[in-house]
């Protein structure tokens, strides 16, 4: 199971308080073609590396990709990549491949671990001054409404600009044992949230 994205990192609404609710862009296959003919083709030949060892289903998702962009006048190819080296070989190093992030506690370590122009796992290589400068400015705010609408700025423009397509969210869902006491559901990512060994407790 999971939740459709729009194009920002951050988990959706009700699982981080900076989560920026951006609109849904419709599937507008026409509008692709469009852009197409205004670039002077008839079509676009694009190759995706995939593997389900990015995520589990990823072959699969990318399949659904080229079908849905075939109609925009996309070819899509998939290169489907061996499990074995996929984020040695190929994430970060193919120009479109699959990939999968995890969740983290905080907004601001989520964009700065994915969208920071120095960061050593910007897997989308994308640098934008202004996106490094905000992010550095909302890391200092005490005022958390300000902050909010800096971090609402911010993925708006990786929404917009950035080199990712995010689409959905997967669920996560983590199994428990009845001796184990002060489990609670967490709507960001497993483990209470990387938190569970601080809340959490074994009842001999």
Same mark, same amino acid.
């Given at each position: 199971?999971?939740?459709?994205?729009?194009?920002?990192?951050?988990?959706?609404?009700?699982?981080?308080?900076?989560?920026?609710?951006?609109?849904?862009?419709?599937?507008?296959?026409?509008?692709?073609?469009?852009?197409?003919?205004?670039?002077?083709?008839?079509?676009?030949?694009?190759?995706?590396?995939?593997?389900?060892?990015?995520?589990?289903?990823?072959?699969?998702?990318?399949?659904?990709?080229?079908?849905?962009?075939?109609?925009?006048?996309?070819?899509?190819?998939?290169?489907?990549?061996?499990?074995?080296?996929?984020?040695?070989?190929?994430?970060?190093?193919?120009?479109?491949?699959?990939?999968?992030?995890?969740?983290?506690?905080?907004?601001?370590?989520?964009?700065?671990?994915?969208?920071?122009?120095?960061?050593?796992?910007?897997?989308?290589?994308?640098?934008?001054?202004?996106?490094?400068?905000?992010?550095?400015?909302?890391?200092?705010?005490?005022? =958390? &409404?300000?902050? $909010?609408?800096?971090?609402?700025?911010?993925?708006?423009?990786?929404? !917009?600009?950035? @080199? +990712?397509?995010?689409?959905?969210?997967?669920?996560?869902? =983590? &199994?428990?044992? $009845?001796?184990?006491?002060?489990?609670?559901?967490?709507?960001?990512? !497993?483990?209470? @949230? +990387?938190?569970?060994?601080?809340?959490?407790?074994?009842?001999?």
């Amino acid at each position: 199971m999971a939740t459709v994205a729009s194009g920002t990192i951050i988990r959706s609404r009700g699982s981080d308080r900076f989560y920026a609710d951006l609109a849904q862009r419709p599937y507008d296959p026409e509008k692709a073609k469009f852009y197409l003919k205004q670039a002077g083709l008839d079509t676009l030949k694009v190759e995706i590396s995939a593997s389900d060892a990015a995520f589990s289903g990823a072959v699969d998702a990318a399949a659904i990709f080229r079908t849905s962009a075939a109609k925009g006048g996309i070819d899509v190819s998939i290169k489907r990549e061996p499990a074995d080296g996929y984020w040695d070989n190929v994430w970060m190093k193919a120009p479109f491949c699959m990939s999968y992030w995890g969740g983290r506690p905080t907004a601001d370590q989520m964009l700065t671990i994915a969208y920071q122009s120095t960061s050593a796992q910007n897997d989308t290589h994308w640098k934008n001054e202004n996106f490094d400068r905000k992010l550095i400015e909302a890391r200092a705010l005490l005022d =958390d &409404a300000k902050r $909010k609408e800096i971090y609402a700025e911010l993925q708006a423009l990786i929404s !917009n600009e950035g @080199g +990712a397509m995010i689409p959905m969210f997967g669920d996560y869902l =983590d &199994a428990t044992s $009845k001796k184990l006491k002060g489990v609670t559901t967490h709507p960001m990512f !497993n483990f209470m @949230g +990387a938190r569970l060994a601080e809340k959490v407790w074994l009842d001999a």
